[in-house]
């Protein structure tokens, strides 16, 4: 009698625990990928976070590269440009100036001529959602030297 109690219990235990990582892994098995987190597809309970962004930048390039200067995306919430320029000179994208030193974070703006600038922000969440796929591309100088940023701004990736 004694034995079946304890073979009972352990039963209980296990699956108890094996419940427990299934939750815990659920949110864990990605369905269907994608570059803009809110089109990120899991099967459960999606992992606790702040990230639902539906466009994304894609194929960043600066040209040329420096390393002082460093562009990435940010697809959080909907793709902004993260500019941190450690150089001595001051950066000029368009319109734009960061100076040395300095970190921004940088959405697109079109114009209402068709043009792309981009305009400082002081989150990651992007208010311009093309209707279809845009190749941007930003020149500018660091110091005397040409700057070109190029990128793509996705169209929403899933409804």
Known sequence: MHMM???RFNSTVKT???IQVMLLLSGCIVVQDS?????????????IGGCFGKTAILGL????????LAVTANNCNGGVLEVHNTCGER?????????PSESV?????????????????SSNFSGYVPETYRRIEITGTLGTQ??????????????
């Open 61 to 68: 390039t600066i040209e040329p590269d420096n390393e002082c």
């Open 105 to 121: 974070s940088l959405d697109v703006t079109e114009e209402e001529s068709g043009e792309y600038s981009l305009s400082q922000v």
């Open 146 to 159: 040409e700057i070109t940023v190029a990128f793509t701004k996705t169209a929403e990736l899933c409804k």
């Open 5 to 7: 109690k304890k073979s």
């Open 16 to 18: 108890v625990v094996g």
């Open 91 to 99: 950066l000029i994208l368009g319109e734009l100036q960061v100076s």
């Open 35 to 47: 570059p803009a987190p809110g089109c990120i597809e899991t099967i459960g309970i999606r992992p």
